[in-house]
């Protein structure tokens, strides 16, 4: 019995190229597979962490619902981020121009920004840090909600203990 018959088949059961597609086709089933077990998380050890979030361009009654103590969470994944230590109130301001034409930073009335610290309770490996579902990295914005409050944060900083 040859190797490749006279049909081109290989032991007369299966076309060279045939077998070709179907081997390219599991390894890439095969290396998806693999690509897809990877979670991040998995591999994480928890530690604290300390998280600076700034909520901008809000109004008082959204300030006074931001309450020292209380949890924060993941607006979409519901999940825990953590809880409020320590909060900082300061005016709103949007660039404007004066009377001589130039551009100054001025106070917008009734409008604040509040600098959140957040302790929070994260998973950490050499790629990411996860807090609340989600990878927490400076810059990023976050929609984040409690029982009194929704917001839109900025996350300022991330100091892993």
């Known amino acids: 019995m ?4 006279e049909k081109g088949k290989l032991f007369g059961i299966i076309n060279i190229i045939d077998l070709i597609v179907l081997l390219i086709f599991v390894l890439l089933i095969g290396g998806g597979v693999k690509r897809m077990k990877k979670n991040p998380a998995a591999i994480a ?12 361009d809000i ?3 959204t300030v006074e619902g931001i309450v020292i103590g209380d949890p924060l969470y993941h607006y979409d994944k519901g999940e825990k981020i953590g809880e409020i230590v320590d909060k900082k109130v300061e005016p709103y301001k949007e660039p404007a121009e004066n009377a001589d034409g130039k551009w100054v930073l001025s106070e917008v009335p009734g409008k604040y920004v509040v600098l959140m610290t957040v302790e929070a309770d994260v998973k950490e490996n050499p790629d990411v ?3 609340g579902g989600e990878q927490i990295r400076i810059g ?5 909600k409690n029982k009194n409050v929704a917001v ?5 900083g991330v100091e892993v203990q």
């Not at 050890?45 to 901008?56: D, G, H, R």
């Open 45 to 56: 050890e928890t530690k604290k962490a300390i998280i600076t979030i700034e909520v901008a």
């Open 2 to 5: 040859k190797i490749v018959d």
């Open 152 to 156: 839109l944060g900025t996350i300022l």
């Open 140 to 144: 990023t914005q976050f929609k984040l």
């Open 59 to 61: 109004r008082t009654p």
């Open 129 to 131: 840090v996860i807090a």
